[in-house]
């Protein structure tokens, strides 16, 4: 004599619970890389900034005219004058410059023909990840800081 199969019409209590397990790991696991994934854009950014930096420096001595790059905190954006570029959505932007190269939300590091600058510290800040960049004024050096 045969039994008659039984049939399935849904999931068992322990499959339930094995796939509820490994969503869990997923998320926690995407959660803890989150603040990581702040980090590199933070670090990123001034990269960046501190490349446009050089950059300009650079244009400053072999042109032998004044350069400035300007960083608006308003709108999150950086650059020289017709070439802004913008820093990630939610970073924010704080600025430490000369009176002289601040306009409003907009300031600016000036660089001089001889290799000098008029020197400012950019702060980038996201979710709780923190970088910068540091221009020195003397030698015009941008160099990243934390």
């Not at 890389?33 to 590199?40: G, I």
């Not at 410059?97 to 590091?109: F, K, L, P, Y």
């Not at 290799?115 to 160099?143: C, F, H, M, Y």
């Amino acid at each position: 004599m045969k039994l008659p199969a039984r049939s399935s019409a849904g999931f068992s209590l322990a499959e339930l619970l094995v796939v509820m397990g490994v969503v869990g790991l997923i998320l926690a696991a995407a959660i803890a890389a989150r603040p990581k994934a702040a980090a590199t854009r933070v670090a990123v950014a001034a990269r960046a900034i501190a490349a446009t930096m050089q950059l300009a420096r650079a244009n400053a001595m072999a042109s032998n005219m004044e350069t400035v790059v300007r960083i608006d905190t308003r709108s999150g954006r950086f650059g020289p004058p017709g070439s802004m570029h913008s820093l990630p959505r939610g970073m924010q932007i704080a600025l430490t410059v000369a009176d002289a190269e601040r306009a409003g939300d907009t300031g600016g590091i000036r660089f001089y023909p001889d290799g000098q600058s008029s020197g400012g510290v950019i702060a980038l800040t996201l979710d709780k990840s923190s970088a910068g960049v540091a221009v020195n004024w003397l030698t015009g050096e941008p160099r990243l800081v934390k």
